[in-house]
Structures are given as structure tokens and as C-alpha cells.
């Protein structure tokens, strides 16, 4: 298989699958198959997949990779008597982005159930109910069910079923677009995978730990388990960044698809250790890659918590830019997904003990 073929198969994969946050079971195990390839490969108990890459001597400087597997989903709150299904968030929505949208709900039986979130048709909307604003305790979910007892005998849907967009992926070749679901963080998922495709058969100065982390979007749950584990001396962050060159003002705009990564100097959770940030910056430079920076007044990654791990760990996040997260729809570019995996590579195959003493005395200039 080509390499953009490998590439692309992966991405599907990821983007596909079905795991929002506490339900990564599913797509932790298609992770653990994935990794398998590069070392040995473990699931913890919250459904953080790791690889420790084969060639490790445990003795060098330790850089955890990570990217964060669960998707924005929903949650079955209660089944109506007309067999709807009342529902909940899992992670951050803006409520008008669901209705009218396909989902799938998981049942008992370990199926996915294709449904449709309601919208009421306008011909039986108040006028105070077509001025007021979306809120989810007026969405429903439909599987065409007309009883609250056929949602049980027959769908075999109980509460708290865990819910995502039914999305495809697809890729326009001739504008190299890409258009799927759960880019956020399964773009970053398979950045991390083509890392460590591109070092396969390289020899490191340092020791490589991976971990794909569960429940990111609902607190960074999954990475404090895995970076207490790991107790790296570095961290990359792997993240489907939010672009924002569709809305604001040119000079606001720092997140452009097209562009490379996004390496954000500061968001609402961590400001970026300044010499691991600027130690990235000029490897990108000297290599010829294309980065952008961002200085971010919201949001916030898994490094948020693993620079606060142990004794403090230089964390960097590396962002593929993706329009409109957070809703069943994402539109990134294969080309900034390359380029983030080619800076982490070089990145890699920069880190020594020297070179990591220059970054802990960094200070950004």
C-alpha cells in the first residue's frame, strides 16, 4: 500500500469508528491493533491505549506522544412514551448543531442503531419557539420507534446508550479536502500512528511512549492516568485545532488549513514551555516545514495536565487544523496532517541529553 493510501486508511479508520468520551472500548481495541506494528502494546482500565516503542533502552530521555481517542458524542438520558429518546452531551456542543443531523446509538446488543436527531417542523412552531434559541432539552433522538416499549424489546436501546454522528469519511483528491466526523483528536490519532510509521526503521537518541487518551473532552481524564504512568521528561500533543479562517478579522486569524500545524504559545490551560516551543519552532524552520503559531483565549489540550505532572514536563501541542469541530462535520486538509507528522519526526530525531538540556534552559527568544 502507498504511503497516502496508508495515510488516508488510517485517518478512515479512526474517523469512523465509534468512541465518544467513557465509551472507547470499541475503538481502543482497532487502536491496540494499529499500534501493535511499532512495540509493545497495552490497554489500561480507563481505555488508554500505549505503545512503547520497540528499540526503547529505558534509560534515555523519555518523550510521551499523545492524542486523545474519544469524539464529542451524546448520552441517552431517559426514552420518552412515544419512544424518543431524550438526550444529553458528552463534551462541548453548541445545541443548533444536532438537529435534523444522523447519529448512531449503541444498543444492548452491541450494534449501532442509525437515528435522527428531531426538528420540529415549522409549521407547528410557536412564534416565541422560532425566536428562542436551540437548547438540548428540546432535541430528541428518532430511530423510528413508536413506543417507549419498542425502544427496549426491539431496538433493545437502553439508558445512558452512548451516541455519534453517522458520518462517512471523504477525500477530494484534486483539492486535497477532507470532510468526516471526530477529526477532534482523530486527525491527531493518526498523526501520532504516521510518526511513528516515518521512524519505523530509524534509530532515536531518546525513548518514544505513545499513549492515545480516553475522555479529553470531558476533563482530560484518561491523561492523567497516562502521564502519571509514563512519567515522561517531554510530551507532544497531537490535537485537532479549531481554525478559525473562516470567521474575524485577517490579523486575528492564526489557525489557517493549508498552513502546517498550529503550535499555540498560550491557551486557557497551559502556557507552552517557552524553550520546547521555541526549540520546535526553529527545527520547523530549519527543516523548510510550514508551522503557525497561535496565542489562544480558549480552549485547551491534554497538555493542560501532563505539563503539571511530576516535576513539571515542557509539553507542546502540535495542531491540525480542522473548521467547525465540535459538530458532525469537519473539513482539514491532508497536507497539514503530513506536515504535523513530519515536524513531530524531526522532533524526534532531535531530542538527545543535549538537546534536551537546551530546552529546559530556554526562554523562548
Known amino acids: 500500500m502507498e504511503r497516502k493510501e496508508h495515510l488516508l486508511q488510517t485517518l478512515r479508520i479512526f474517523s469512523e469508528a465509534n468512541g465518544p468520551s467513557g465509551f472507547e472500548h470499541e475503538?481502543?481495541?482497532?487502536?491496540?491493533?494499529?499500534?501493535?506494528?511499532?512495540?509493545?502494546?497495552?490497554?489500561?482500565?480507563?481505555?488508554?491505549?500505549?505503545?512503547?516503542?520497540?528499540?526503547?533502552?529505558?534509560?534515555?530521555?523519555?518523550?510521551?506522544?499523545?492524542?486523545?481517542?474519544?469524539?464529542?458524542?451524546?448520552?441517552?438520558?431517559?426514552?420518552?412514551?412515544?419512544?424518543?429518546?431524550?438526550?444529553?452531551?458528552?463534551?462541548?456542543?453548541?445545541?443548533?448543531?444536532?438537529?435534523?443531523?444522523?447519529?448512531?446509538?449503541?444498543?444492548?446488543?452491541?450494534?449501532?442503531?442509525?437515528?435522527?436527531?428531531?426538528?420540529?417542523?415549522?409549521?407547528?412552531?410557536?412564534?416565541?419557539?422560532?425566536?428562542?434559541?436551540?437548547?438540548?432539552?428540546?432535541?430528541?433522538?428518532?430511530?423510528?420507534?413508536?413506543s417507549a416499549e419498542e425502544i427496549s424489546e426491539k431496538f433493545k436501546i437502553r439508558l445512558a446508550a452512548p451516541v455519534v454522528p453517522d458520518v462517512d469519511l471523504f477525500y477530494d483528491d484534486n483539492n486535497d479536502i477532507l470532510i468526516g466526523k471526530a477529526f477532534d483528536c482523530r486527525i491527531g490519532c493518526t498523526a501520532l500512528v504516521e510518526t511513528l510509521t516515518s521512524l519505523a526503521e530509524e534509530e532515536l537518541d531518546c525513548d518514544v511512549i505513545a499513549?492515545?487518551?480516553?475522555?479529553?473532552?470531558?476533563?482530560?481524564?484518561?491523561?492523567?492516568?497516562?502521564?502519571?504512568?509514563?512519567?515522561?521528561?517531554?510530551?507532544?500533543?497531537?490535537?485537532?485545532?479549531?481554525?478559525?479562517?473562516?470567521?474575524?478579522?485577517?490579523?486575528?486569524?492564526?489557525?489557517?488549513?493549508?498552513?502546517?500545524?498550529?503550535?499555540?504559545?498560550?491557551?486557557?490551560?497551559?502556557?507552552t514551555h517557552p524553550g520546547f516551543q521555541r526549540f520546535a519552532l526553529d527545527l520547523a524552520e530549519k527543516e523548510g516545514l510550514p508551522v503557525q503559531e497561535g496565542v489562544r483565549s480558549g480552549g485547551g489540550t491534554n497538555g493542560g495536565l501532563i505539563h503539571k505532572m511530576g516535576g513539571g514536563i515542557p509539553t507542546i501541542v502540535l495542531g491540525v487544523p480542522v473548521r467547525y469541530i465540535h459538530t458532525p462535520y469537519g473539513i482539514a486538509k491532508l497536507h497539514d496532517l503530513e506536515k504535523t507528522a513530519q515536524l513531530a519526526v524531526a522532533l524526534l530525531k532531535a531530542i538527545n541529553d543535549d538537546t534536551y538540556e537546551e530546552i529546559l534552559a530556554g526562554d523562548g527568544r
Open 27 to 146: 475503538l481502543a481495541r482497532t487502536a491496540l491493533e494499529i499500534l501493535q506494528a511499532y512495540g509493545e502494546t497495552y490497554i489500561d482500565p480507563l481505555q488508554n491505549v500505549y505503545l512503547e516503542r520497540a528499540g526503547n533502552s529505558r534509560d534515555r530521555i523519555l518523550v510521551q506522544l499523545d492524542a486523545h481517542l474519544d469524539e464529542v458524542g451524546l448520552i441517552v438520558q431517559s426514552i420518552s412514551p412515544q419512544g424518543l429518546l431524550r438526550i444529553l452531551p458528552l463534551g462541548s456542543w453548541v445545541a443548533s448543531n444536532v438537529p435534523s443531523h444522523r447519529f448512531r446509538v449503541r444498543n444492548s446488543e452491541g450494534k449501532w442503531i442509525p437515528a435522527l436527531a428531531t426538528s420540529k417542523p415549522p409549521h407547528y412552531m410557536t412564534e416565541a419557539e422560532r425566536n428562542s434559541p436551540i437548547v438540548f432539552s428540546s432535541i430528541q433522538l428518532d430511530v423510528g420507534a413508536t
Open 211 to 271: 499513549a492515545l487518551s480516553s475522555q479529553e473532552e470531558v476533563g482530560g481524564r484518561g491523561v492523567e492516568v497516562s502521564a502519571r504512568s509514563i512519567e515522561p521528561d517531554l510530551a507532544i500533543v497531537f490535537e485537532g485545532t479549531p481554525a478559525d479562517d473562516t470567521f474575524g478579522s485577517p490579523d486575528s486569524q492564526q489557525t489557517l488549513l493549508g498552513r502546517g500545524p498550529m503550535l499555540r504559545h498560550m491557551d486557557v490551560t497551559m502556557i
